[in-house]
């Protein structure tokens, strides 16, 4: 589907705008859970053309792509933007959701601006590495808004995943992402200043629109025991063998490996003596 021109548009009758306004919304409406729209196969030639679409955006040097991570995407960024690595699996992709172009365009879109972003701080909230995050969606919905590419897939996926002392929630993702979408034309024609920059001017009104939505979740996690996480999760109890039944297979093996190793002891005492 594409974008009408402007001619096009008005001589549309009101039956065609309204189903054309029907497809908007389903291009970025994602309701009831589910994942929307079917999956399309991609493969890692794809990727690479979509990162290199990235960067031409951000005006950044091809970074070295390497198939390794066990996320679905995750970029190394420093200081030159030179050298830099965006690892990623594609199974993981297509097993989180990820499994559509637009949804695979807007995951890299969202992982090559925080390379653009490696010298920014917006000093705006307590935990930056929120508002990174959130620049990186705003970003991304603006990115789909310039180049007419559907967010309902990329906002189900980042959606279902819970806020961590490195990420915010996935509804405030979804919002922020929304937002990047709907605010694009208040700052695409404003001024003659790269574009990349006008689109992160969206992002302290966002932040300050959703600031206590924000302070309470930050509070929350903050509050939360790290230790008792997948962060850092407590060490195994230890199993005490002999109060096992004598039916349980981990026993046995172990009773079999403590016989085998006192033969093997008695055997060596009876060839020193």
């Known amino acids: ?6 001619e096009e548009y008005e001589s549309m009758t009101e039956a065609q705008r309204n189903n054309w ?34 960067a031409d955006f951000f005006g950044l040097p091809m ?24 690892f990623y699996n594609l199974k993981v ?24 972003l490696r010298n920014t701080q917006f000093w705006i909230f307590p935990n930056e590495l929120w508002i990174q995050e959130l620049a990186c969606d705003i970003v991304a919905g603006a990115y789909a808004e310039k180049y007419f590419i559907a967010t309902n897939k ?30 694009l034309s208040k700052v695409i024609d404003k001024d003659g200043s790269p574009l990349l920059d006008r689109i992160l001017n969206l992002v302290p009104p966002f932040v300050y629109e959703h600031m206590l939505e924000l302070a309470k979740s ?9 230790d008792k996480t997948f962060f850092n999760p407590p060490s195994p109890a230890p199993i005490d063998i002999d109060r096992l039944p004598d039916s349980n297979l981990i026993k046995q093996a172990v009773l079999k490996y403590r016989t085998q190793l ?11 003596q």
């Open 1 to 6: 589907m594409n974008r009408p021109n402007k």
């Open 21 to 54: 306004y029907l497809q908007i919304l389903e291009m970025h409406q994602t309701m009831w859970g589910f994942n929307p729209h079917g999956a399309e196969y991609f493969d890692s030639e794809k990727i690479l053309e979509t990162i290199n679409q990235a």
């Open 63 to 86: 970074p070295k792509v390497t198939e390794a991570e066990d996320t679905v995407a995750k970029i190394k960024t420093n200081e030159e933007a030179k050298n830099t690595e965006l």
């Open 93 to 116: 992709m297509q097993d989180k959701g990820v499994n559509n172009l637009d949804a695979l365009r807007l995951c890299l879109v969202h992982e090559m601006c925080h390379q653009a």
């Open 154 to 183: 990329y906002k189900w996926v980042v959606g279902m995943k819970n806020a961590t002392p490195t990420h915010p929630g996935g509804q405030m993702r979804k919002n922020a992402v929304d937002y990047g979408r709907e605010n």
């Open 218 to 226: 930050w509070k929350a996690i903050q509050e939360m025991d790290w």
């Open 262 to 272: 006192k033969e093997k002891e008695n055997h060596y005492e009876n060839h020193q």
